[in-house]
């Protein structure tokens, strides 16, 4: 079926702004070159390629997404349009269309106001994500997340999950994006074997072993991730004490015993429900167990973030 869906749209290229059953449109790089006013507003960059906001004929803002380099990017490409075309949901970045002209390509998205979470967290401004918005947004990305590995026809490994790839809307209300790296598992299979991907820090043991990769490799990843929105610092800053150096080692049972108000950013001055604060704790200790098989799924970790069930407290409860 993707494959199918990914030829139909390479034959409908030269037919401008074309949709595919109510969900994608095509466009031209012409529009999308006015829709941007010429590339002006860039949003963002990296080794993709740029990001610039522009604006549809009704107003509506987006974000478009310009790949650099068509020979490294073009399975990234296809993998993304593949993958966002067929799935919907409210943690995960919509995609409004795309433009396979030639050897230019380019993915256009919602527009999101508030940016990426990193910046948020890492680049010290006047706002800062006060406690309640920040776990409002770990649930989501969770769900997302839960979604794409659970409830998909196929199951869908992100494999890139980090604070940049989560974007937030006007109301901070988390997408998990970049899905250029994803790989879809059918069902009869549990594991797939994939070359190495992701982002130096959150990648799970499994992958830089060189084994067969699980949705869990995800779970390990949100791990990290969870860590660095509790603490608002990244997971390899070795900058400070000890107990800061690495968050992977306090998924290990011989890790030092640290307070879950230790580990929270010291911009929101122990401003933070407890109970909330310990559950989180809690949840990204399990997620990033060396043994995959002792991880939660996204499923359980909505589940305990939501407080309708507990961490195992034999396994966790004695660092927190």
Request: hydrophobic residues 40%; proline residues 3%; charged residues 25%.
């Amino acid at each position: 079926m993707a494959l199918f869906l990914w030829m139909f749209l390479r034959k409908r290229q030269d037919r401008g702004m074309v949709s595919i059953e109510g969900v994608l449109v095509q466009f031209k790089y012409s529009d999308l070159r006015r829709m941007t006013k010429n590339f002006s507003e860039m949003l963002g960059q990296g080794g993709f390629g740029s990001v610039f906001k522009g604006a549809l004929p009704n107003m509506t803002a987006i974000a478009v997404k310009q790949l650099r380099s068509i020979v490294r990017q073009e399975k990234d490409f296809q993998t993304e349009v593949i993958t966002l075309g067929r799935i919907q949901h409210i943690n995960l970045i919509r995609l409004l269309g795309f433009c396979c002209e030639g050897t230019k390509r380019l993915l256009v998205y919602d527009y999101m106001p508030n940016g990426s979470l990193d910046h948020h967290l890492f680049n010290r401004n006047d706002v800062v994500l006060d406690w309640r918005t920040r776990y409002q947004i770990i649930i989501g990305v969770a769900k997302g997340l839960e979604y794409l590995h659970e409830k998909c026809r196929d199951c869908i490994i992100h494999c890139d999950v980090k604070p940049e790839n989560i974007l937030l809307d006007s109301d901070f209300c988390p997408k998990v994006s970049d899905f250029g790296m994803a790989k879809l598992i059918h069902r009869n299979f549990s594991k797939v074997l994939t070359s190495m991907k992701g982002t130096f820090g959150y990648l799970a043991p499994e992958w830089i072993s060189g084994q067969p990769i699980t949705p869990k490799a995800d779970v390990y990843s949100y791990g990290m991730m969870l860590f660095e929105v509790i603490s608002g610092r990244r997971n390899s800053d070795q900058s400070r004490s000890t107990n800061n150096k690495y968050f992977s080692s306090l998924g290990s049972t011989n890790s030092l015993k640290v307070t879950p108000f230790s580990l929270l950013d010291e911009n929101l001055a122990h401003d933070a429900d407890m109970e909330e604060l310990t559950r989180a704790c809690k949840v990204a200790c399990w997620c990033i167990q060396e043994n995959e098989a002792h991880r939660p799924s996204m499923g359980v970790v909505v589940l305990m973030l939501e407080g309708v069930m507990e961490a195992y407290s034999d396994v966790l409860g004695s660092r927190f």
